[in-house]
Each structure stands twice: as structure tokens, then as C-alpha cells.
């Protein structure tokens, strides 16, 4: 793979970063780490959605709202999905 030509001052001399500057970047990159709340959180919604559509499922849409029909599905589908979206910000 070919390397790309380092930058250089108009005098010709090589840029050169900081060592903080280096730092700054490479945290930048990687991101702060998920609060510790994050992975359990993640984890209960997509099993309480689980759960949810299992149990429409189980009870004809009966429960576990009555009276809201196949709203259920939706529910617990809307309640994993917020739970698999966490996943996309997790580190």
C-alpha cells in the first residue's frame, strides 16, 4: 500500500505534534468509554422486549396490555429496538 507524503512547513521542515496533541487525537478516536449503566440497561430492554413479543404471542395478542390487541408487538418490538440501537454507541 503506498505512504502518503508527510507535511512539511513551508521552510521544509517536518510538522511535528506535541506529545498532548498525540494524546488528544488518539482519545478522540477512540471515544470515552460506555457508563457502567449502559451494557445492563442495553441487555434489560432488548430481554423486556423479548419477553414482550412472547408473550403476544403466547396469549393471542391478549396480553400483556388487554384491550390494545396486536399494539403489543409493537411495544415489546419498539422497547428491543431501543435496546439494539444502544449496542451502536456502546464501547
Known amino acids: 500500500m503506498p ?5 512539511k512547513h513551508k521552510d521544509g521542515t ?3 505534534r506535541s506529545k498532548q496533541e498525540e494524546e488528544a487525537i488518539e482519545a478522540a478516536a477512540l471515544g ?3 457508563p457502567t449503566w449502559w451494557a445492563p440497561t442495553m441487555v434489560t430492554l432488548m430481554i423486556v422486549g423479548l419477553v414482550l413479543v412472547l408473550i403476544t404471542y403466547l396469549t393471542s ?3 400483556p396490555v ?3 390487541g ?3 408487538l409493537a411495544i415489546g418490538f ?3 429496538m431501543v435496546g439494539f440501537l444502544m449496542t ?3 464501547r
Request: no cysteine.
Open 32 to 34: 470515552e468509554p460506555s
Open 14 to 16: 517536518p510538522v511535528t
Open 3 to 7: 505512504v502518503s507524503k508527510k507535511r
Open 61 to 63: 395478542a391478549d396480553y
Open 66 to 68: 388487554p384491550g390494545i
Open 70 to 72: 396486536n399494539w403489543n
Open 78 to 80: 419498539g422497547i428491543a
Open 88 to 90: 451502536l454507541r456502546w
